[in-house]
């Protein structure tokens, strides 16, 4: 008799927690195929895939309110990653769950994963070719006019007093002429905005952030979630390290093995513990990491040359997912020059692979660890200064990146000066790439003048530089 009741207890619990789960009456089979829309319109970096989400989420959706939207938006912006992908982890938890979480954020890495895969084949076997070489030739071009953008967009968003400016200066000084590796500018800038914002001083109140989007606003309560928080997301600390524990091995049981495999002084090993490094340290977005890892992929590792860092940019732009994406094609590259004894082809493969699992499965870990706690966040003004000088600490390296990206691009050769401590790049006059410079002039004006979108302006500087080898062939 105590079983049966004890049963019929449990199965009570059981209908509860199915009835919990699925209150807001929006069915798993549906919030996939919403998901997969999401992720096959997820262009234009993380400001577009954020717009994109707003739209489709809060405003035809009607899942969550604008408020629940951008306090896990920014809840995201404090952790290391593209906070794209890894709002659309927390919003997918939220609905469904872990496997709502897991499919989301699986779905947003998906179509960008195919894609680079596809144009890293065709790069690797016919990047040589005329028509090819055309192709990456105008989207380097592009792309640097892109990156400039985004100095401007973010300064404009990040500078604005003097205690923000100079930490801007002090950390493009510090990468630029000194070479200090960016996790400790990150972690250098972060220090200074935490006592700073703990102090309560007025210059690190300035967060940066991002525009969910205009229009009527969508209250909480009014949203299909509502506002209470759901039984699953309430702290729970046996299930977040539980959740931890089982993604921490998932995300480092597969460097152990390629170490065990293949050994210390393989290609594999060191994309393994490299990009999982930079999964730690990735704050402040794609293009303030992608000058960390330009530096390292070309000065230290040498799988890349300097030119194939802005094609690779070039392809993460004009495809699905998050730009942190452009690391696949650093680790197909690196392993397809230094395949070891497989055939280079399967090893850029696998490294590929390897690259972008060491990549986003922190971003499920940081998520599942943070989420059910997320609401002694809100407000916290120390982590808010911190966020506000690491985005101004971002605004200088991203101009690393500008001018880094700007010299390889428009100059076949560039010179490296040392004086005394610094070590310069210098252009070599001589080698000016006019037509680049024409491209990437076209670019900017594209952009800052007629105000065209990223997308049509990569579009059409491929399609120029096609027809510009093609010419001169």
């Known amino acids: 008799m105590a079983e049966m009741t004890g049963n019929a207890s449990a199965g009570k619990i059981a209908e509860k927690q199915a009835g919990e789960e699925h209150h807001h009456g929006v069915s798993f089979g549906e919030a996939f195929k919403v998901w997969l829309r999401v992720a096959a319109l997820s262009f234009g970096g993380p400001a577009g895939q954020i717009a994109v989400m707003h739209r489709i989420i809060v405003h035809e959706k009607r899942w969550i309110g604008e408020h629940r939207f951008l306090h896990a938006l920014n809840y995201c912006m404090l952790l290391p990653g593209p906070e794209a992908q890894q709002l659309a982890i927390y919003i997918g938890w939220l609905m469904h769950r872990t496997l709502g979480g897991l499919v989301a954020g699986i779905l947003f890495v998906l179509p960008g994963f195919l894609s680079i895969l596809g144009l890293s084949y065709i790069y690797a076997a016919y990047g040589n070719v005329g028509i090819v070489a055309g192709l990456f030739f105008g989207l380097k071009a592009a792309v640097l006019a892109v990156v400039v953008q985004a100095v401007i967009r973010i300064g404009g968003r990040a500078l604005r007093n003097k205690v923000m400016i100079a930490i801007a200066a002090v950390a493009f000084v510090a990468i630029f002429f000194l070479h200090v590796p960016f ?8 220090i200074i905005g935490f006592f700073g914002g ?8 300035t967060g940066g952030g991002h525009k969910a989007g205009s229009g009527p606003v969508l209250s909480d309560a009014d949203s299909v979630l509502g506002e209470d928080i759901p039984a699953h997301a309430r702290r729970n600390l046996a299930w977040s390290l539980r959740m931890s524990t089982v993604l921490l091995a998932l995300w480092l049981i597969p460097v152990a093995a390629v170490y065990a495999a293949f050994g210390a002084d393989s290609v594999f090993a060191e994309i393994g513990l490299f990009f999982s490094k930079m999964a730690v340290v990735t704050f402040g977005g794609a293009y303030a990491v992608l000058a960390y890892v330009a530096q390292e992929a070309v000065q230290h590792f040498g799988w890349l040359r300097p030119g194939e860092m802005l094609d690779g940019l070039g392809m993460a732009e004009t495809t699905p997912g998050p730009l942190i994406m452009v690391v696949q094609f650093v680790g197909f590259m690196g392993a397809y020059r230094d395949p070891g004894s497989l055939d280079p082809m399967l090893a850029a493969t696998l490294a590929a692979i390897l690259t972008t699992w060491v990549t986003f499965v922190p971003c499920f870990l940081w998520i599942f660890l943070g989420a059910p706690f997320i609401e002694k966040l809100r407000g916290n003004i120390a982590l808010a200064g911190a966020m506000s000088a690491i985005t101004a600490a971002v605004v200088g390296v991203i101009l690393n990146l500008a001018i880094w990206f700007g010299l390889h691009t428009l100059f076949a050769e ?10 310069l790049d210098i252009p070599v006059l001589q080698s000016a790439v006019p ?7 076209a670019a900017a004006i594209a952009l800052f003048r007629f105000k065209a979108s990223v997308i049509a302006t990569l579009l059409s500087c491929a399609a120029a530089g096609m027809v510009w080898t093609l010419a001169m062939n």
């Open 183 to 190: 996790p400790l500018i990150v972690l250098a800038a972060g």
């Open 198 to 205: 703990r102090a309560g001083l007025a210059a690190f109140k």
């Open 414 to 423: 560039v010179a490296v000066v040392s004086l005394g401590g610094l070590r």
């Open 435 to 441: 037509a680049a410079m024409a491209l990437s002039a």
